[in-house]
DNA sequence: TACATATATCGAAACATTTGAATACTTGAA
DNA sequence: TTCAAGTATTCAAATGTTTCGATATATGTA
């Protein structure tokens, strides 16, 4: 993982809506629905929709569609190899 | 760790420059001088001293004076705390 | 088809961040 | 003391982010 991603990813993690959001995840197991989302800020949908893309572009929540609606789940895989960037940062 | 603390740290980490002035004690052991990270960077002095403020800000880095010399020596203890709270997320 | 629901995009306002030139502050040395 | 070196602050310009109203797009349903 290159420093631009570090930036980006960390970037998608600072902001408290969008930090909230991913912790949303350990009440809801499995995936969070965009719906849901919407519900657990109190913003409109379009900001909402915006720190969605957010921590989609950053590669953190992935969308999957279904039907009308739009669920994410967590991607562990790229939070475990941003955490260990971190702790190489520990020398 | 509450959330605006982990949003102040991510936005820290939210740029490459100041990722690069936290890899660099990977390099320097212990401590990292001031006049280091204006060598490190491609930055003007002023420029330095704004990022590094931010990472004592967030409490990344812990400032200590020497004489007129500045060193600064990593917080190993809010990068330990900060990614505690990034594993949580993982349910 | 026509309509309703779910989500995304556009446009603009408000606000925050990044950068550097100029300058101020602090401290050790002559 | 005065001077020079190291670091911080102020100011302004450029750029990026957040938010929302309005609107567009996509898809299931009557």
Redesign the pocket.
Known sequence: MDNKKIEKIS?AL??T?RIAILQEFKKKKDCL???EV?DLLD?????V??????LVDAELLL?Q?E?????YVLNQQVLDEYIDCLNKLKD
């Open positions: 970037r600072s902001d809506s629905y965009c719906a919407n913003l409109t949908q379009p900001s929709s915006h720190h969605l893309k957010q969308p569609k039907g009308r609606n739009l669920k």
